[in-house]
């Protein structure tokens, strides 16, 4: 929705701009030079005649630029609302985010594609007055997962059964490389979430249940993300979202979910003792961004949380880079109006507005806060400042457009080699009895079936190609069907596939469910059962009935309630969501071995939650439980 404005502002008139001047003389240029047919809006001023025409610090930036470029560099649009891009010049916006799905042309595309487009928005705005470049971000939450044809790694929780920093940090290495292959260089991650109840829909996006377990991880995705310090080559990292989005209470969830976006009714202990540690890891290892989060401390509103965004990030953290909202999170302040909510989130201590579509009224917000004495025009400038030093800090003045050399690499067998690694580790044998391992020798036949079992968008859960995540080949990968047909070529092994046909006659001597949950995310994703599900448990029952060793293998974003399904079954893995890599599975059936421990509490019954280590209580499987046979 676009908002007129309301008071007339300080904004830049493009004739008398020197980048536009820039244009114009590219212009002439490319008309004498060649018969190329290229529009205005894909003519990239050479970035050291913007810096020249511009701005060449941040100190210089902030000396030349109006309040409402100011605002503009604190303000973020999503690409699905950029109506006009033209806007992105006028109004010198700071930042063009990908939502969940925000591929060029909705959901999808190639890395190609989304190169292109990140690299028309940037090119806009080096046409601002000054010249400064985007910084474009994206939710790049376990491979860049929006992208065709990218590889896409285990889930937060199955790379926290790894424990295995350095293996985290060679990840999103990955990550980082396929990222800056779509010219994009901020990630929304990594979520250093501490999911206490396994009944939120986030759980999967945490790397466990506790602060030990996630802090370390949290650094290694860092400098897996940024490299040994900022430059043209490091995305940036961001650790989300401040503070306690995993300890909130069932029940109080906002947005009509049931846990999600809910209350933390912690005392201010408990949060230092658990929500606060994975930040200090983060932090120190120089996370270049925090993302609020949606979530309220005892009724208070994180974004509008001064005591914990300003005294206790920038203040005792020390944090030095800059803190940037969640979508639309402003607009859950209770404050009277817009202006008010953005008021009220700036001086709480927010830098970036991640908006995400009135970017005319978020600016207008800012520059009538500052020009009513709202919001101190010291703290406008400590913001731009913040945005400033991460876009120098990158080099994005002198880089600003995608090196296609990394383009080519997207979604390389290299980088999936790394995938199927993390896919190895992160799988957690919960029981067996002799079952496991196979053996590749002798002949034998093996059923496979299940909803998941050849299933890639099943393997891939939510923030996969969409938001909430699809079915079947949304895209390229190999699901565990695929695998074991790879792994059991050329050997005296038999193998068939009966999908959910669970019923039909067939016998074996070995069957294979593959089975768990359907994709969501966020608070879509919040669960009042943990539920096995009815089709999982009549067609994991139907093939264990069948054959003579029967395996399972539970595809979820959390523990769900097994009880009734393990004594059906000869051994039992906890797969987690483990992306497009299902050879990594078959790898460790046919004796590479398994490594995995537990992120989390496994629960008995759903009434055990919230369940968590040193709580008292006693679960199926303890956090760190995993067999480790062979
Ligand atoms: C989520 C964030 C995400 C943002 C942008 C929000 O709904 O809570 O984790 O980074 O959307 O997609
Ligand atoms: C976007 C997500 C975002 C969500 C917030 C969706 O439309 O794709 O990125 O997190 O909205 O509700």
Redesign the pocket.
Known sequence: MRHVLSTPIDLPTPAASPASGRVRRSLLTLAVTAATVLTASLLPPTPQAAAAAGCISTADCLAKMTLAEKAGQMTQV?N?YVSNKNDIATYGLGSV??????GPNGAGGTATQWADMVDDYQSYALKSRLGIPLIYGV?AVHGHNNVQGAVLFPHHIGMGATRDAALVQQVEDVTRQEVLGTGIHWTFAPCVCVPRDDRWGRTYEGYGEDPSVVGPLAQAAVAGFQGPSLGTNSVLATAKHFIADGGTTFGTGS?GYLIDQGDARISETELRAVHLPPYTSAVNGGAGSVMISYSSWNGVKDHGNAHLITDILKGELGFKGFVVS???GVKQLSDATYADQVAHAVNAGIDMIMV?DDYVGTINAIVNGVNSGKIPLARVNDAVTRILNAKFALDLFNHPYTDRTYTAQVGSAAHRAVARQAVRESLVLLKNNGALPLSKTGTYKIVVGGKSVDNLGYQLGGWSI??QGGSGATTTGTTFWQALQQATAGTGITVQNVGTRTKGPYTADVGIWVGGETPY??GKGDSSTLAFGSDNSSQLSDICSRVTVCIAILYSGRPLVIKDQLPKVGAFVAGWLPGTEAQGITDVLFGSGFIGKLPVSWPNAVTDEPINSGDGKTPLFPLGYGLTPY
């Open positions: 999503a699905s985010l990908s939502g969940g799905g925000g939710d947005s969640d979508w639309a995400p969409s938001w995310a966020e």
